[in-house]
């Protein structure tokens, strides 16, 4: 299973970008998809999650900017970013429990890393 994310870039304060991240490989199903982030210096933090019935969660500092999405069709999680600051400057990732098989266990899946730089 593999997780490509893309749609990072520079942009300046205010900005919007859309971050994509496509999951492939042998998948039977994917439960939660999520969206991480980990800004130079700092720990990894959750940026915002999707169940695979639509249910999501936010970190405080992104509600009402940032808008988690998905495409069960397409084995793909979106994140739209609105009014971005320079603070939400980091490298994002994505993650999806993935489950290969029916009978299986889940697989914790991640992507490669995506750089958002926010301008001030």
């Known amino acids: 299973v593999q997780l490509q994310a893309s749609g990072g870039g520079l942009v300046q304060a205010g900005g919007s970008l859309r971050l994509s991240c496509a999951a492939s490989?042998?998948?039977?199903?994917?439960?939660?998809m999520g969206w991480y982030r980990q800004a130079p210096g700092k720990q990894r933090e959750l940026v915002a999650t999707?169940?695979?019935?639509?249910?999501?969660n936010y970190a405080d500092s992104v509600k009402g900017r940032f808008t988690i999405s998905r495409d069960n069709a397409k084995n793909t999680v979106y994140l739209q970013m609105n009014s971005l600051k320079p603070e939400d400057t980091a490298v994002y990732s994505c993650?999806?429990?993935?489950?290969?098989?029916?009978?299986?266990?889940?697989?914790?899946?991640w992507g490669q890393g995506t750089l958002v730089t926010v301008s001030s």
């Open positions: 490989g042998s998948i039977f199903s994917i439960n939660a």
């Open positions: 999707i169940t695979s019935g639509g249910s999501t």
């Open positions: 993650n999806a429990d993935v489950r290969p098989d029916p009978m299986g266990p889940g697989l914790d899946a």
